[in-house]
């Protein structure tokens, strides 16, 4: 049993239709074109705004529920998102395959966190970027969304490690205000980081 593609079954959109507002920021500073990648992206609200900037966009998911949802606010919006149901357990990351790489409240397992962001290095392309928000170690008391298993959330070592041969554009640790829906509303405790990979 897939717990993602039941809570995404309903008609309703549990994290909005609207883009994570970190995304929504970073987009218009970056000026970002071509080919834009968002994994873990559920319904689709991410890919799908990065769709209306002109990028071209596919979407991964787990949940089959979601993509179909993804696919159905696409279309509402007058834009294409690609979409593919991948297990990021044994995703086929490739090289230098994106132009921008987007995650947005993807939380992981340990294990798979750190594969998970080895499978990012690889696949953007040099000058390329990565956005992702995250909840932190310390999300669990504000009670205002994301796992309530400390192993799913991020420390900032895992960023700062995992990509310190990036320029790392943007990072922050902090409270932020998300209301994303049902289930991301109110003061939160994110990771947010922005890196641009070299150049060679």
């Excluded at 979409?83 to 993807?106: H, P, Q, S, Y």
């Excluded at 992981?108 to 000058?127: C, I």
Aim: with cysteine; proline share 4%.
């Amino acid at each position: 049993m897939n717990p993602w593609n039941t809570r995404f079954e309903n008609e309703n959109y549990v994290y909005g239709t609207e883009p994570n507002a970190f995304l929504a920021n970073m987009q218009p500073k970056l000026s970002l074109s071509g080919d834009a990648l968002a994994i873990a992206e559920g319904e689709g609200r991410n890919a799908v705004f990065l769709a209306e900037q002109g990028l071209n966009v596919t979407a991964w998911d787990y949940a089959q529920s979601g993509l179909m949802k993804t696919t159905k606010l696409a279309e509402s919006c007058g834009v294409s998102v690609e979409t593919a149901l991948v297990d990021l357990n044994v995703a086929e990351w490739g090289e230098n395959r994106w132009d921008e790489l987007v995650c947005i409240f993807g939380h992981f397992p340990k294990e798979l966190r750190q594969k998970t962001l080895q499978g990012v290095k690889a696949a953007v392309k040099p000058g390329g970027y990565f956005i992702t928000e995250v909840y932190s170690i310390h999300q669990i008391p504000y009670k205002s969304g994301g796992p309530r298993e400390l192993e799913l959330l991020y420390t900032p070592e895992e960023f700062l490690e995992a990509f310190v041969d990036w320029r790392i554009v943007h990072f922050f640790m902090g409270e932020v205000v998300r209301n994303e829906g049902e289930l991301h509303n109110g003061l939160s405790h994110v990771i947010q980081f922005v890196g641009q990979k070299p150049i060679k």
